[in-house]
């Protein structure tokens, strides 16, 4: 009996805090449906973001500020590639992947425990209807979300799941399946793409810091041709992107990983009615484009 007492004793704590979150999880599902809640694009850039006090992460602070709390966060984000599937993360507490190395040990301690949204994530699911989404609970957050989110939520207290990208498909699929997802908007669900529009590691020029602009003329003009499109709301351009800037796109945009998650945020969003406007625009080690937009209010 008293091994009995000593287990529910050591338990509680822990099954406290899953039930924490479980209500927390449970009252983001309904609360009052707010506002349309706009998409996002953010480009996360490296890793050391999270941990330094830079102009970018300085931004994204002052940002997640400015933004109306939504009930959960969709995140798709350019390191969750699933090819041949499409996947959605359903974990009640999905845990924090450190997918990454060479990086300090500060950044391998750093958690971002938010609660998961299975509820929403299996609306989610089910919304989407050219593919079967299937839900997973092997995945958690990986740095593509969490670096971010760890500056725009830093309490780490709205719930978040994660959408993977099937590699397979072409950028047409990808921009169709967020427009199949736009109605998590009316829910109270901020969609938020992350990767970057020009990232190609092979060609860095310096390991970190911010730049107003691109150390190589490719990266500057493929990042000028995106920034044009969404002043112009031309989503096809931005679809058609191996066609946008010539031929600075092939070196700019190398593998569509981080370039994808774009066109999930545009598709979201309403071409006709939603501008696009780049809230942040900046160069890291040379050639990666930090651009951040917004679409909606």
Not at 23 to 30: H, K, S, V
Not at 147 to 152: D, G, S
């Amino acid at each position: 009996m008293s091994s009995r007492r000593q287990f529910l004793r050591q338990a509680a704590g822990p099954l406290a805090a899953l039930g924490a979150l479980a209500r927390l999880a449970g009252a983001a599902m309904a609360a009052p449906t707010p506002a349309r809640m706009p998409t996002l694009f953010i480009g996360h850039g490296s890793p050391m973001n999270a941990i330094q006090d830079n102009g970018f992460s300085r931004f994204l602070r002052s940002w997640g500020g400015r933004l109306p709390r939504p009930r959960a966060i969709l995140m798709v984000s350019a390191h969750w590639l699933t090819p041949g599937t499409t996947a959605v993360g359903v974990q009640a507490r999905p845990r924090t992947i450190h997918d990454f190395g060479g990086f300090p040990k500060a950044l391998f301690d750093m958690e971002y425990p938010a609660p998961g949204a299975p509820g929403f994530a299996r609306e989610a699911a089910a919304l989407v209807l050219r593919t079967r989404v299937a839900p997973r609970e092997d995945w958690g957050l990986d740095h593509g979300s969490w670096t971010v989110l760890h500056h725009l939520y830093p309490a780490a207290d709205v719930p978040v799941f994660q959408l993977s990208i099937d590699f397979d498909k072409p950028a047409a699929y990808h921009h169709a399946l967020g427009r199949e997802l736009a109605p998590l908007r009316e829910r109270g669900v901020l969609i938020v793409g992350s990767g970057n529009v020009v990232h190609n590691l092979r060609v860095l020029d310096h390991a970190e810091g911010l730049a107003a602009s691109a150390s190589r003329p490719w990266a500057q003009a493929f990042d000028d041709g995106v920034r044009r499109a969404l002043a112009g709301r031309d989503d096809m351009a931005l679809v058609n992107y191996t066609r946008l800037a010539g031929e600075a796109a092939a070196t700019a945009v190398p593998t569509p990983d981080h370039y994808l998650p774009l066109l999930y945020a545009l598709g979201a969003s309403d071409s006709m009615s939603e501008p696009a406007a780049s809230v942040f625009e900046g160069f890291q080690a040379g050639t990666i484009s930090m651009r951040c937009v917004q679409f909606g209010a």
